[in-house]
């Protein structure tokens, strides 16, 4: 991947934006409460359904060591509802890396200007932005998907709301 710069549009930058109200939220196995406790999927579920990119889901309950035990892709499974791969190019403002930990794909982040990312992160202890590619992180395989359509598009309201 090369390393140009990006030009964000509106909505790429209202999703780290909202990602960065996030910061220093504690890292808490399903939580979802920003400021008290948040996991690197319920991240992703908040912001993104926050600016409208996603409905309001719940993938709740999951086991907090299902990747170590397990090859089934759960977390890939409901990301792959609402986002696509990406293969050219650098990750966008506003892309998920997902990465394989254990036997399947089971963090996310979101990336703020490549090739930082912005995350819910166990071993920091909360949510922080840092490189893709440092410490535990480093080694790990990874796929850049998207949300939504390229470029960045809300979903369609839905209901009887004109």
Request: charged share 20%.
């Amino acid at each position: 991947m090369t390393n140009k710069p990006t030009i964000a549009t509106d909505l790429q930058r209202q999703v780290v934006a909202e990602a960065c109200t996030w910061l220093r939220t504690p890292w808490h196995h399903e939580g979802s409460i920003k400021g008290a406790g948040v996991d690197c999927a319920m991240l992703l579920v908040c912001v993104f359904g926050s600016v409208g990119l996603i409905p309001h889901i719940d993938p709740r309950p999951y086991p907090i060591d299902h990747m170590l035990h397990h090859d089934q892709e759960r977390f890939l499974g409901w990301l792959q509802q609402y986002a696509t791969d990406v293969t050219e190019g650098d990750p966008q403002p506003g892309d998920v890396i997902v990465y394989r930990v254990g036997r399947c794909f089971s963090h996310g982040a979101i990336v703020t200007e490549w090739p930082f990312i912005i995350h819910a992160f166990r071993d920091q202890r909360a949510v922080v932005i840092t490189r893709f590619d440092v410490g535990r992180l480093a080694s790990k395989p990874y796929k850049v998907m998207r949300i939504g359509a390229a470029p960045l598009q809300p979903i369609a309201p839905t209901g009887d709301t004109p």
